[in-house]
């Protein structure tokens, strides 16, 4: 029978446990052993992906990048986050708002979850912004997006699920990551002052003042610094992204245990049980895509899928095109680790035949998956926002809206400008 | 009786979660700090953080299972009737159990295969790590089985099957 025909059916399959609510990792896993019985494979093939593919020393990042998030959340430290970045653009109309997406941003560069930044940040920047005169919908619009920078600024969990399945190195395309991520936090922070403006949200009346902007600077010290210890590390040579969350953990566990004494033991260990949660939940849908991975992989859909693209056009453009409007369906539909593990490996040859750059090409991959977070149904941010507010989930997405659409204009100039994602890996890492 | 095995069960796992994070964090730091430090790199510490962060995954999936904190779309048990929510949320838990049952028999087959082959630094049994897949399996099972109790003892209020 046709390969191509199977993978359809085992999509579909998918699909529709996922529709009737099956978890997603176990709708994966059913769907790749109902694939296991129909080709006659050998059923231990079960266990040898799942182990295999969990057992990357890469993939240990993850917990130590969602722990980062949870010590950080804990330890109190994104209040002084956000307070320093209302310092900083706090005075322009929409100055809040700005203000928002530079905390998330500088939260994004410290944990490597979308869900983690939007709610360390939506937490204190939402409430806040409404009781300065910002509507409901741009308070919660404004969190909820800024936290895709979460899995966009390094370090990123999407990006290293990439590099492992591709084989590329993940400190390249976290730089990959930082000129997207930036380049989206400018667009968000621009719209955020014309948006502000159109209605009338009240402009703070104090200005810039430098002594200010020092002393609130001062008091997030020791969470600035925390990007510092975990980039730092990264790309002075000393660590592997790894080792780089493990130090950046044990830096922010003994700032919140003996310096800002916001943390407790029990508090520690809440955070240790809350990151085996988050990362097991990312873990198991890994682990459980690795077998349609790897069925896939034995019916050579990858070569089937590269000959099918290639006939169509040999041009870097329409591939690009071809890519982003799959991408963009699949992030909203399919979680991003299990899309990645599972796409990546049959597109990142065929991007790398057409001449295009693997850290860009990853870049767009992630970027792609990542707007999926504010895309209904499968829209991770909104549903920590909604959890935030009390809005419904309708509601957070219209909210959202407007700032998917600026998203997707980003992605189309990280898409056709390369130099948004090479320029950092170009210069940091020739 | 078993809502207290439960209860008891959960705390364990959910205590040996914990502790597996905490060592995971210090094996990694360890390794940074006899590299820098102390001028000597060891070897060890990567491949028993392999083993734990195995562990570590796959209990915190056992945890996720009792709390029922898998993610889910549960737009369609939204919109069933109470009556129709109970038995899709049995089916679930069915499935879910079928599955852990799946991975459970293949990575008890996969540990016994491998059972005599160590680790290339430390020599470690492949079996610490191997066993993580049946025992976590058995214990997703077991989970999913007293959700189904639970689902079954809370009354339905459209006047469903008790």
């Given at each position: 029978m046709n390969p191509s025909f199977f993978a359809l059916m085992l999509l579909s399959l998918f699909i529709f446990l996922t529709i009737l609510g099956i978890p997603i990792g176990f709708s994966l896993g059913i769907s790749g052993i109902v694939g296991l019985l129909l080709m006659d494979h050998s059923f231990m093939m079960i266990a040898q992906t799942f182990l295999g593919g969990v057992?990357?020393?890469?993939?240990?990042a993850i917990p130590f990048f969602v722990l980062l998030g949870t010590v950080m959340e804990k330890a109190e430290v994104s209040n002084q986050l956000v307070d320093f970045a209302d310092e900083l653009?706090?005075?322009?109309?929409?100055g809040l708002a700005m203000g928002a997406i530079v905390a998330c941003a500088i939260f994004a560069a410290i944990s490597g979850s979308g869900p983690a930044t939007v709610a360390a940040i939506g937490t204190v920047a939402i409430p806040e912004m409404v009781k300065r005169g910002y509507s409901k919908p741009f308070a919660v619009g404004t969190a909820a997006a800024g936290g895709i920078l979460g899995p966009i600024i390094p370090p990123s969990i999407p990006f290293i699920i990439y590099g492992v399945v591709t084989e590329q190195s993940i400190a390249r395309l976290f730089l990959g990551g930082l000129g997207a991520g930036l380049l989206l936090a400018l667009m968000m922070m621009v719209f955020s002052f014309f948006k502000a403006k159109r209605e009338g949200v009240p402009v703070s009346g104090t200005g810039p003042s430098p002594r200010r902007m020092l002393r609130a600077m001062w008091r997030a010290k020791l969470g600035l610094i925390a990007p510092g210890v975990v980039l730092g590390g990264i790309y002075a040579g000393i660590c592997t992204p790894t080792e780089a969350g493990a130090i950046g953990s044990i830096y922010l566990i003994v700032v919140g245990l003996?310096?800002?004494?916001?943390?407790?033991l029990r508090g520690l260990l809440e955070c240790f049980g809350k990151t085996g949660r988050t990362s097991a939940m990312i873990m198991f849908v890994i682990g459980t895509a690795y077998l349609p991975a790897w069925l896939m992989a034995s019916w050579n859909l990858p070569d089937l899928g590269a000959q099918f693209i290639l006939g169509m056009s040999k041009d870097k453009h329409v591939f690009l095109i071809f890519v982003n409007v799959l991408f963009l369906i699949i992030g909203s539909l399919l979680d991003t680790p299990a899309a990645i593990v599972i796409l990546a490996p049959i597109l990142h040859p065929i991007a790398v035949k057409l001449g295009i750059d693997p850290t860009h090409f990853g870049t767009i991959v992630v970027v792609n998956f990542v707007i999926g977070y504010i895309t209904?149904?499968?829209?991770y941010n909104l549903f920590v926002a909604k959890s935030i507010t009390g809005m419904t989930m309708e509601e957070v997405s219209m909210a959202a809206f407007p700032f998917i659409l600026l998203c997707l204009l980003g992605l189309i100039l990280i898409t056709y400008i390369p130099a948004i994602s090479l320029l950092f890996p170009r210069l940091l890492m020739p | 009786m078993i809502d207290a095995i439960e209860k008891v069960l959960g705390r364990i796992v959910a205590a040996v979660v914990a502790i597996q994070g905490l060592v995971l964090t210090l094996l990694i730091g360890t390794e940074v700090f006899f590299r820098y430090i102390v001028g000597r790199a060891l070897s060890w510490p990567e491949e028993v953080a392999g083993i734990f962060f195995t562990w570590f995954t796959l209990l915190g999936v056992v945890l996720l299972t009792r709390s029922g904190?898998?993610?889910?779309?549960?737009f369609l048990s939204q919109q069933l009737s109470v009556r129709g929510a109970r038995v899709l949320s049995i089916f679930i838990q069915v499935m879910i159990g079928l599955y852990a049952l799946s991975i459970s028999f293949s990575g008890y087959t996969y540990a016994t295969m491998f059972r005599f082959e160590n680790t290339p630094?430390?020599?470690?049994?492949s079996l610490w790590m191997n066993l993580s897949l049946p025992i976590s399996g058995l214990l997703i099972v077991f989970y999913s089985q007293v959700s189904i109790l639970k689902i079954l003892k809370t009354p339905a209020k459209d006047g469903g099957s008790q």
């Open positions: 057992n990357n020393f890469a993939y240990l653009v706090g005075y322009l109309p929409g003996f310096v800002t004494r916001t943390l407790t209904p149904p499968f829209a | 904190e898998h993610i889910e779309f549960s630094a430390a020599g470690i049994s």
